[in-house]
């Protein structure tokens, strides 16, 4: 789920896989790998995006949280999550190519 997140987070930017690489310092095939779920980012990588996206890591993370979880706050927690991922790709889709202005 992380890494799905990750691209959301790229796609709603605006930007291609080979521009967020380069804005990142790492190479296109392990961004690609990233975002399939095939590699884990660092936390190194997710300070990275943290920086260049104005998102604080913590909120990056909620993403990653597993759906697996027996308390009742995780359970809700989990509920939640794959929501809030629906809201963004809907989000994306609505911008159609247009990008968010960057905050001073």
């Keep these: 789920m992380l890494g799905e997140a ?3 987070l790229r796609t709603f930017h605006d930007l291609n896989q080979t521009q967020t690489a380069l804005r990142l310092g790492i190479s296109k095939s392990y ?3 990233i975002e399939s779920g095939d590699k884990q ?6 300070e990275k995006y943290s920086t ?3 998102v604080p890591v913590s909120s ?13 706050y995780e359970a809700a927690r989990s509920m939640i999550a ?5 809201l963004l790709k809907f ?9 968010p202005k960057k905050r001073k």
């Design 52 to 54: 260049e996206f104005d």
């Design 91 to 99: 989000i994306e889709e609505k911008t159609d190519g247009r990008r």
């Design 31 to 33: 961004l690609s790998e």
């Design 41 to 46: 980012p660092t936390l190194a990588l997710l």
């Design 6 to 8: 990750l691209r959301l």
């Design 82 to 86: 794959p929501k809030i991922v629906k």
């Design 60 to 72: 990056i993370m909620f993403f990653a949280e597993s759906i697996d979880r027996s308390t009742p």
